[in-house]
């Protein structure tokens, strides 16, 4: 790793936050008793999904751009969503012209709503790293400014801001969980915290389908993450740059990881607990706390960095949420092929207090006996416990049943 990389100072982030005064809209850190409690430990959330364009990026793209010369007036980046955005309006609010590339699968509200603050969008690519590149490519051809996610000092300053609310909001925060993707906003908030909170813990959290950051500490180097794979799209980057890798090497305790089935837990918890709508890129720092890999018991603070979730994409994550915090059930049931067998099973089922969302019946292709038939019951459950009640329940009454 490189000695020689300049590392963003706190006097940078405090000019940024001056230059942001009257843009940022507040994002308080509020307690969660309910989240607490699961957690086993105080629990605040910096709530940064309520900020202009649904996230933190406003904060970054703005401090950059505000700071280019009035004749650079066409910018150009590229974004799964959430640095769109925040580009598409600084540079609309700064009176200049931005075209923006996306992967083509970029969720349909992103793109609309990064045209509504005034850019061009381009679509194309898979991941956003690609289509980093052809915006590089782009803004060269025609004269452009490109403006980096996370790899530039002013864009770690802007982000950094958060940072300073942070030691103002949580003071007594022993921990903070920060996502990341580029490293952007765990390399501002790292250089704010450590300024004025020096005793904090600062650790970073990835999806563990695109953990770069970590793979990139553990080799001292810049190191690519293959496949990136998760429903985390607004962290599913390749690799951190050698500037936002050096100031995770310097000034961050840890970086770890969660999985997609913890993030979507930690969704649900959030819409259905806290009603807090949050993309799941922003739900990684407490999904870890969910899932135990934060040691210790003192107070934790988790970034809830952004809110721009496709409704579709939503429904998907809930229903898999539910499935995974035990509220869903699926069965396999054998019974006898005769008129009122079917009859019977729904009222044991439905004496157990479970609400049937579908039945498939199959006779032919399965393995049964010539006077049987398959059964599969998808099942509405109230929890983990209520499952193992009425699998007890089916079976002591005689019914070959297998939890699918």
């Excluded at 939503?314 to 079917?342: C, K, N």
Aim: charge should be negative; proline fraction near 6%; aromatic fraction near 2%.
């Amino acid at each position: 790793m490189s000695d020689d990389v300049a590392l963003v100072q706190v006097a940078e982030i405090e000019q940024a936050r001056a230059g942001l005064a009257g843009i940022l809209r507040p994002t308080p850190t509020e307690p969660t008793e309910t989240l607490s409690r699961l957690c086993g430990r105080e629990v605040l959330l910096k709530t940064e999904h309520r900020q202009r364009t649904g996230s933190f990026k406003i904060r970054g793209a703005y401090h950059l751009l505000s700071h280019l010369p009035a004749e650079e007036d066409l910018v150009v980046a590229a974004s799964a969503g959430n640095h769109a955005q925040g580009v598409a309006l600084a540079a609309t609010l700064l009176g200049k012209r931005s075209v923006i590339f996306m992967p083509a699968a970029a969720p349909i509200p992103k793109v609309q709503a990064t045209k509504a603050y005034g850019a061009e969008v381009r679509l194309g690519h898979v991941l956003v790293d690609d289509c980093i590149q052809e915006a590089k490519a782009w803004a060269a051809e025609h004269g452009a400014r490109f403006v980096p996610p996370f790899d530039h000092p002013a864009i770690i300053a802007g982000q950094g801001t958060l940072g300073l609310e942070l030691a103002e909001e949580a003071p007594d925060a022993g921990v903070v969980l920060v996502p990341v993707g580029g490293g952007g906003l765990l390399a501002g908030v790292a250089v704010a915290l450590r300024a004025r909170r020096p005793g904090v813990r600062i650790i970073g959290v990835e999806a563990a389908g695109a953990a770069s950051m970590r793979a990139s500490l553990d080799a001292f180097a810049p190191t690519g993450f293959h496949p990136v794979r998760t429903i985390a799209d607004g962290i599913a980057i390749k690799s951190p740059s050698a500037l936002t890798l050096a100031h995770a090497h310097a000034l961050v305790d840890d970086v770890i990881s969660v999985t997609d089935h913890e993030i979507a837990t930690a969704l649900l918890l959030l819409l259905e607990r806290a009603k807090q709508v949050v993309e799941p890129s922003g739900v990684v720092g407490l999904a870890a706390l969910l899932a135990g890999r934060v040691a210790g018991t003192d107070p934790a603070v988790a970034i809830l960095s952004g809110g721009n979730v496709d409704p579709l994409m939503l429904s998907h994550l809930i229903e898999h949420g539910l499935t995974a915090v035990g509220r869903y059930l699926r069965l396999r049931i054998v019974v006898p092929d005769q008129p009122g067998a079917l009859s019977l099973i729904v009222r044991s089922v439905a004496e157990t207090g479970l609400n049937i969302l579908d039945i498939e019946h199959h006779r032919q292709g399965v393995r049964v006996g010539p006077d049987e038939v398959e059964l599969l019951f998808t099942l509405e459950t109230r929890d983990p416990a209520h499952r193992l009640e009425v699998l007890d329940r089916l079976r002591a009454a005689g019914y070959q049943v297998e939890q699918l």
